[in-house]
């Protein structure tokens, strides 16, 4: 039976069903917590049905406690390392054998299985989108020409945001091109604020931590590159002009190297290192208690965990240094921005903010908005967009095959 036929007999068992269902795979190197509420959402679509493939050897039982509705199917695809590459035999299987209409795959130049799966899926008639940032950290013309031909092999592209399509747009006209933001699930971040705002023991809490009125987080891993050295050094300029605390969420390697940088500062009073933290619960009285959140750089999703607290985000202005996340931040809507580098600035950006009350409040309200307001890129407006994304490839490629035309 050639591809056009499977096509076809796709076509015509989905025309009998009263719901047309799109049976779609998902292939990822592992599936991180906040991965899983996104699957929920698009497998609890009734025109689609989902399975997940991914390396599930590092989630400890975690899949069925995961996906108590049962929204998607989880399979185990184990991931191998060589050097910089991986390679996920399960994927390939799933090109070639198992019978999908669509597969979402991790756009990822260094996939070593990737040009076999795009191959097999084109030879059976299953459309193909790739699935990530659309570049990498550590770009090279070898790679970038690498990413490219895997983008011209798939049926079309998801990205993250609608600037990095923008510039694909030049370099793919031929390809359809769709974007789903990568966001938090905001239900465990709201439900732990809504019980410390419901007790209104947040000052409380403050008071037992003996936080001032003006305290500044940060939150994430404690590594060179997250720049949180530049943090303290501006930080011990506004701890010179404000009663102010600085808190410090996470764990890494540096983490030694930034004590001791707090003490040489003449800070290490003002500095609270808490490690890593996980519970939202635990993380819940730190978030209220706080008026704002600083990342000097590589922001990421942290910045929506921050605006589902209303605490507004204070980054470098180039993006550049940043995730895709970062086009969710708007400068004097939920945020502002300083000189990447620039500990004068962004000190002088804190104590600017921390001492105007009426601005710092405006800017509170943008960042809660931004999470969870009618504009907002919630986790269920972007499992519609991932969905909507799916539909239009496989439609398209539906009316192609109806009409006669190979796809």
Request: charge should be positive.
């Amino acid at each position: 039976m050639s591809a056009s036929d499977r096509q076809r007999e796709r076509i015509g068992r989905r025309m009998v069903d009263s719901h047309p269902i799109i049976r779609l795979a998902v292939i990822q190197p592992t599936v991180p917590d906040y991965r899983v509420p996104l699957f929920q959402h698009v497998g609890s679509f009734q025109d689609i049905s989902l399975t997940v493939f991914a390396d599930c050897r590092n989630m400890a039982g975690r899949p069925r406690a995961a996906n108590p509705k049962g929204a998607f199917t989880l399979v185990h695809s184990s991931l191998h390392r060589g050097g910089p590459f991986f390679f996920q035999p399960g994927s390939v299987r799933v090109g070639w054998k198992e019978s999908y209409d669509a597969v979402v795959f991790s756009w990822n130049s260094r996939h070593l299985d990737l040009v076999p799966l795009l191959l097999s899926c084109r030879r059976r008639g299953i459309r193909t989108i790739a699935w990530g940032h659309g570049y990498g950290k550590n770009e090279n013309r070898v790679r970038r020409s690498v990413r490219m031909a895997l983008a011209r092999l798939a049926d079309g592209v998801l990205l993250y945001d609608q600037r990095t399509a923008r510039a694909l747009s030049c370099e793919l006209p031929d390809k359809r091109i769709f974007v789903a933001p990568n966001v938090l699930c905001q239900e465990r971040i709201q439900s732990a604020r809504s019980e410390w705002m419901r007790s209104g023991d947040v000052a409380g809490f403050s008071k037992s931590k003996a936080l001032g009125s003006k305290t500044i987080l940060f939150c994430s891993r404690l590594e060179p590159h997250k720049r949180v050295d530049l943090l303290l050094r501006a930080f011990a300029i506004v701890a010179d002009r404000l009663d102010s605390d600085l808190v410090l969420i996470g764990g890494g390697t540096d983490a030694g190297n930034l004590r001791s940088l707090a003490r040489t500062l003449g800070i290490e009073k003002r500095v609270r290192f808490l490690g890593p933290l996980y519970d939202e619960k635990e993380l819940a009285p730190w978030f209220s208690a706080a008026k704002l959140m600083v990342m000097p750089t590589q922001l990421g999703l942290s910045i929506y965990h921050a605006f589902g607290y209303g605490l507004p985000v204070i980054t470098s202005e180039d993006p550049f240094e940043h995730g895709p996340e970062f086009t969710a931040l708007m400068p004097g809507v939920n945020g502002e921005v300083f000189r990447g580098g620039d500990t004068a600035q962004l000190a002088s950006v804190l104590v600017n903010l921390l001492n105007d009350p009426g601005r710092l409040e405006k800017l509170s309200a943008g960042a809660y908005a931004s999470a969870v307001g009618d504009e907002a890129w919630t986790i269920e407006r972007t499992a519609r967009a991932f969905a909507d994304a799916v539909r239009a490839v496989v439609r398209s490629a539906d009316a192609l095959n109806s009409s006669g035309v190979s796809g």
